[in-house]
């Protein structure tokens, strides 16, 4: 008889980079797998080593395509037919998390549909970081290890030594995450109004607070098409803000977001490396920081596997 299963980590093909970082920082190897493809865009993950009686991690971010869940899925899917003794999915990026309710009529709820999907599949865990709306957690029936990219961002904004460091939410959404980072920070918080004509478009932008003279940092989830973000910027530096920069946990840059990002009035833009692409696209621009994630995430992982405590973790800010 084992004490303790066996823990085992393994990548689908988005994360790779991702999963080797974490399971260097827990002195391991990955796992051997193989992805088969069929000539009309049909695949087949296999493991390609025994994983019975494993606990097994599978990393990866859902971000589009949707092959990227269905890879997912399908290697929870095996590992579960493979006799694993349990799987986790370490999912730095939650994929479809902005589908979080219904906000008109007749659409879909997606954040739960892609919960209910990991459950079917007999996922028995879910490591994710910092969801796009709080109450996906509620979503789901299995437990959920919620990480924090303010204990990578709050480290690096300390180092920046700011003199009049202000901390802005770029929407009324994002209030109570950029308060947390303002409290850590023992510094003036700000908040963005924004209205939109149509999504992925803001009409106008207007800032509630003290701007005038301060070294801003708009704190977000994610950037996609960093419009509202450019826009933000803008206003604070009319608005007399000595400098403006960003921290935001998942880098998604689609379409011309590097390129805004280039022109605009941002001095720099700090992301995690929770989207691998976002490494590439952060080397064609002068003003993309990549900090990782993945220590923080082996830490959860080894917490988890040795039953110790997650929130000592979420404590530490250094």
Known sequence: MHDQHRMEIFAC???EPLALKIAEHLGMKLGESSLLKFSDGE???AYDESVRGATVYIVQSTNPPVENLFELLLMIDAAKRASAHKVIAVMPYFG????DRKDRPRVPIGAKLVANLLTAAGCDRVMTCDLHADQIQGFFDIPLDHVFGANVFIPYVKRLRLPNLSIAAPDMGGAKRANKYAKELACPMIICHKSRAKANVVESITAIGEVQGRDIVI??????TAGTLCKAAEVLIQMGANSVRACATHGILSGEAVNRIEASALKEVI???TIP???EKAQASSKITVVSITKLFAEV?????NYGSIG???KKFD
């Open 13 to 15: 093909k988005n994360s």
């Open 43 to 45: 695949f087949q993950p």
């Open 96 to 99: 479809w998390a902005r589908q």
């Open 219 to 224: 704190i977000d989830d994610m950037i996609d």
């Open 271 to 273: 992301v995690s490396d």
């Open 277 to 279: 692409s976002v490494i």
């Open 301 to 305: 992982v080894d917490s988890v596997y």
């Open 312 to 314: 000592e973790i979420f």
